[in-house]
């Protein structure tokens, strides 16, 4: 039986399509290489005054606006009179005071890791398993580790008046 011109037309889009989806699909997984499954994104969800942040990958300071969203190496600094929130999930927060600088070293969903290398910051962890994830704060000369829900407050230790 000899294929008909209708019968051609119906299937000629079929093969077509056949024929390019898997130069498609390979396109699509060389960009998911660049991709980081395991990355998180929070977001700065209140600013007062003077709040800058320095990208990972950037040697500029740049102005921030609500909902910023931030990743893994990014640096937020605050202004004399500056405040910054950080929206971590839906109840966890983290809040910057006034003349501090704090450098978001890991963002993963198996914890959290940041630095603050001045300045004063405090955070609220609604909801923390200590046995599935982990939150911590580097400060100038130790390292402090959350171990259940609460609030908590760092500050670097400033130095004794010298006489």
């Known amino acids: 039986m000899r294929p008909t011109r209708r ?4 299937y000629l889009p079929l093969f077509i399509t056949l024929l390019l989806t ?3 699909a390979r396109a ?9 499954v395991d990355a998180r ?3 700065l969800s209140l600013i007062h005054g003077d709040v800058s942040v320095q ?11 609500l909902n910023t969203p931030l ?12 405040r910054a929130e950080i929206q971590i999930d839906a109840r966890n927060f983290l809040r910057v005071a006034p003349d501090s600088v704090l450098r978001i070293v890991t ?28 939150f911590e704060i580097d400060l100038p000369k130790t390292t402090v ?8 407050r760092w500050t670097p230790i400033a130095k004794a008046p010298s006489t």
């Open 145 to 152: 580790a959350a171990e259940s829900k609460g609030l908590y």
């Open 22 to 24: 898997p130069a498609i």
């Open 107 to 134: 963002l993963r969903k198996e914890g959290i890791a940041l630095s603050l290398s001045q300045g004063t910051a405090t955070v609220r962890l609604a909801s923390f398993d200590h046995d599935h994830e982990y």
């Open 41 to 43: 994104v929070v977001r």
């Open 55 to 65: 990208r990972k990958d950037s040697d500029q300071w740049e102005a921030v606006r």
């Open 28 to 36: 699509d997984d060389d960009d998911t290489e660049d991709y980081d």
């Open 71 to 82: 990743v893994e190496g990014d640096t937020i600094a605050t202004g004399a009179e500056a």
């Open 7 to 10: 019968r051609l037309s119906l």
